[in-house]
């Protein structure tokens, strides 16, 4: 852009999630050109997309200089981890996201829990381990039910709730001896089974200083009921009531500010997002685990629900600026029902034509996740997730309806969809 004065912003990734950050981005009046890597079909029709993979950090830092970026927004954690923000960091250009010592919270799941216990945040008890003997004297200590978690990513699969001591037994030898999840179960961890509900709560973090987005809740399992097999997410919803006055009130002091303290304590001046993934039990709030980038598909409810301009805080999180106070946020609630490609999350068929309705409802919206563009302008299936269509409402119950009227005109072979989502606040 000619204005100098605009902000060129570059989004990485490809997801629902990046779609949603896009569009935020497209309508900042702050933003210059606005590009994305690699993107889908649906970026691809509001911006120009570049075909660079996430993990090519190289290749995005050249991307963002020859573009003239400002700000690269990055949506998943794998070129966080990979220390894409400390690559663009070291070339001058702010990134939102945390370096890549920060990124440990999620890339390490026994880093994290190190963290908590020096830092006295609540969490569940536990043990990390890399070799098999010392893992099963801890099992013969605290037998099932119990929690076997490879330590490294693993697309949020490496999480065994074993209900017997075989399961455990098993599923720490699959681990540590065997080649389940690869080199990220190489180390696991061993923790305590925690009971109560659970919600998530993401703060746009500063340094020491944060905000925090309403409290949301997402269904990782592919059926009805929350049954079936664990995905990506299959819909989500915010606010939840489950998160009270004072339950917030717990969350911010008792996990979110002493996490950032003790980040800065350690050295790591923590910029991004921090999504705490929370067990509310009678015990109080106990952090199951940190994401250190937004959730998929929670960012497609989380970000409409923003009444301010998000642009200069993102970029504010980025520089290490000081944040606003707080965020003004519209009334009502949001969700989005994931429409899925039929076999998700097993095997799929992709590059099936998807129709779309010609005219939205006022409140509702399709954001892509795994589709592609045609040169002749079709939008094809390309993944798992295909499509989040969600709606805004006074309540959920009226944001629902929006929404699942919006599922049922889109069309695309097999296909796949929960009617369920937001159940578990609807029928309360
Ligand atoms: P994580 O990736 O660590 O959040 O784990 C994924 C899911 O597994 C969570 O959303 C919980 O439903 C469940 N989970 C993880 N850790 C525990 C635990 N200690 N107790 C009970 N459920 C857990
Ligand atoms: N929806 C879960 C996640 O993004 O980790």
């Known amino acids: 852009m000619s204005d100098s004065s605009l902000l060129n912003i570059l989004v990485v990734g490809s997801g629902g999630r990046e779609h949603a950050l896009l569009q935020v981005c497209l309508q900042s009046p702050l933003a210059g050109k606005v590009i994305a890597a690699p993107g889908n079909g649906g970026m691809a029709s509001e911006a120009e997309c570049f075909d660079v993979p996430v993990e090519e950090i190289e290749g995005m830092v050249a991307l963002a200089q020859a573009q003239g970026i400002g700000l690269v927004v990055i949506g998943p954690e794998v070129p966080l981890s990979l220390g894409l923000v400390d690559a663009l960091a070291a070339v001058g250009i702010p990134a939102y996201g945390p370096n890549a010592a920060g990124a440990q919270l999620e890339s390490s799941k026994a880093f994290c829990k190190d963290f908590f216990a020096k830092h006295n945040i609540p969490t569940a008890a536990y043990g ?31 999480v065994i709730m074993a209900e017997t001591q075989d399961e455990a037994i098993a599923a720490v030898k699959d681990m540590l001896e065997g080649d389940a999840f690869g080199s990220s179960g190489k180390e696991i961890v061993i923790e305590e089974t925690l009971y109560g509900e659970e919600a998530s709560i993401h703060v746009i973090a500063s340094g020491e200083d944060f905000v925090c987005l309403p ?10 009921g929350d049954t079936g097999l664990n995905t990506g997410g299959m819909g989500a919803y915010t606010p939840t009531s489950r998160v009270t006055a004072a339950m917030q ?68 999180s980025a520089t290490g600026e000081s944040l606003p106070a707080k965020l003004q946020f519209h009334d009502g609630a949001a969700i989005v029902v994931v429409l899925a490609a039929g076999g998700y999350p097993g095997s799929y068929a992709k590059g099936n034509p998807i129709t779309f309705p010609d005219a939205l409802p006022a409140s509702t919206a399709i954001v892509h996740a795994g589709t ?53 606040e609807l029928n309360r």
């Not at 409290?215 to 009805?224: L, M, N």
């Not at 109080?284 to 409409?304: A, C, S």
């Not at 009226?398 to 097999?414: I, P, R, S």
Request: hydrophobic content about 40%.
């Open 249 to 316: 009130a717990e969350i911010e002091e008792k996990v979110i500010k002493p996490t950032l303290a003790g980040l800065k304590a350690d050295g790591i001046d923590y910029r991004g997002t921090l999504y705490a993934g929370l067990m509310l039990t009678d015990q109080g709030v106990k952090v199951l685990e940190y994401n250190v980038r937004f959730g998929d598909p929670e960012t497609q409810v989380l970000l409409p629900m923003v009444a301010d301009d998000l642009v200069p805080v993102l970029l504010a």
């Open 128 to 158: 990390n381990f890399t070799e098999i003997a010392p893992a099963l004297d801890y099992l013969e200590e605290h037998p099932a039910p119990i929690v076997i978690k490879a330590s490294g990513l693993a697309a949020g699969k490496g």
């Open 215 to 224: 409290p949301s809740q997402d269904h990782k399992r592919a059926g009805e």
């Open 372 to 424: 592609t563009r045609d040169p002749e302008g079709t939008i094809r299936t390309a993944g798992g997730r295909v499509l989040g269509v969600s709606g805004q409402a006074p309540t959920l119950k009226a944001a629902a309806d929006l929404a699942y009227t919006v599922c049922d005109q889109v069309k695309f072979e097999d296909k796949f969809l929960r009617r369920d989502i937001g159940h578990r």
